[in-house]
């Protein structure tokens, strides 16, 4: 790790954040800075001149969709992240993102349910033709706690209503939420076909499909995106559907790139959740035992970034970035700081020895702990 590219810029952590500070970002009446990077040494990275994420392509030809290449998942905003926050907070939150470069933005008829698509489609009219707005369908009512529903009839049901929530004519990207074992995925993407050629929806995704699944719907509708759990704790997709996705041309869209907030940090093992508004206290995954078991790679990632001025968050997006360049992170957070901190992380790019060096040391911790209970990943939300 102490072998870096001699062309890199060194900078000045604590001069490029002053420069950052004297733009000041006014939320309501309160000032928030940015994130706090590592003080003393210097940086030995690409510059930091501005937390913008740039841009990257999912899907290919005319399926093809421009998009940032940090998106903003919004899920959390109004549910299943123990508290609610103000929605004023929020909205305002969403334009800022958009001000730094995301024109990305995830949500889903599930997330609330309902509501979540009324908190994105109010921040984002001002400027909706400038964005790409994701959403999904898939449960009865939009409630997971009812089951999958993918009926043809429903996908037009719930297209119509989320429009109407989200202020717009048309979705750019809308996602099969999760695969429903009791309608055929031909069915379901003839379905999105047909939306698209009338113009209600721009292109097909899909979520936590598996590779055979995948095929069978992109025959009938090319798919633009996958969304699939993807962190350093949850590197399964590497194996299989990544694969599947290059060969066939799909961009990839990892949710809960920071494995819902175990990746920065922050979580510990006294971390105490709201159980009525947040998945996390069931999860094993985040139960104490298992927090402590896998902080060897949070160490890791400290003591990279460390040397670099990156925070543990930054260095696991920027790791997922140097994965393939169709992937396209949507980190969600209810905190400005949060926001520009993870934007940020676009702009550092690893060297290859640095590189391999830290994925080496990462793949040697065992985590501990499933993701979700049993098959819930197939059956449930994020």
């Not at 903003?72 to 549910?79: I, P, T």
């Not at 990156?310 to 920027?318: C, D, F, I, K, P």
Request: contains cysteine; hydrophobic residues 35%; glycine residues 8%.
């Amino acid at each position: 790790m102490e072998v870096r590219d001699s062309n890199r810029q060194n900078i000045s952590p604590s001069s490029d954040r002053r420069n950052f500070l004297k733009n000041g970002i006014t939320l309501g009446a309160i000032l928030i800075a940015g994130p706090t990077l590592a003080s003393g040494a210097p940086i030995t990275t690409t510059s930091f001149n501005s937390p913008s994420p740039g841009k990257r392509i999912l899907g290919s030809g005319k399926n093809s969709l421009e998009v940032s290449s940090l998106g903003l998942g919004c899920m959390g905003m109004s549910y299943h992240r123990s508290f609610i926050p103000d929605k004023k907070v929020m909205i305002a939150l969403i334009r800022r993102a958009k001000d730094l470069g995301v024109s990305f933005f995830d949500t889903a008829e599930a997330y609330g349910p309902l509501v979540n698509e009324e908190l994105v489609g109010e921040a984002l009219r001002p400027f909706r033709k400038e964005i790409v707005l994701a959403t999904k369908f898939g449960f009865k009512e939009g409630k997971t706690t009812l089951g999958l529903d993918s009926r043809p009839q429903n996908i037009r049901k719930v297209v119509e209503q989320s429009l109407k929530r989200l202020n717009t004519d048309y979705i750019d990207l809308l996602y099969q939420h999760r695969v429903d074992p009791n309608i055929p995925i031909e069915d379901v993407a003839g379905t999105v076909k047909d939306l698209i050629s009338e113009g209600k929806v721009m292109h097909f995704g899909m979520s936590e499909a598996n590779s055979e699944t995948i095929r069978k719907a992109h025959a009938v509708q090319p798919i633009t995106a996958l969304q699939s759990e993807y962190s350093l704790v949850t590197r399964q997709p590497e194996y299989d559907v990544i694969k599947v996705c290059e060969e066939l041309g799909i961009g990839f869209v990892p949710y809960s790139p920071l494995s819902r907030g175990l990746i920065t940090g922050y979580i510990n093992e006294r971390t105490t959740y709201i159980a009525s508004n947040d998945n996390r206290a069931s999860l094993p995954r985040y139960q104490p035992e298992a927090i402590i078991a896998n902080w060897p790679l949070i160490d890791i990632l400290k003591e990279f970034g460390d040397q670099c001025g990156l925070t543990v968050a930054q260095v696991a997006l920027a790791w997922l970035l140097a994965q393939k360049p169709f992937i396209v992170p949507i980190p969600g957070t209810t905190k400005l700081a949060h926001l520009q901190e993870n934007m940020w992380a676009a702009d550092f790019k690893f060297d290859a020895q640095e590189l391999q060096e830290i994925t080496n040391k990462l793949s040697k911790v065992k985590i501990v702990g499933d993701r979700y209970i049993g098959t819930q990943a197939q059956q449930t939300h994020k």
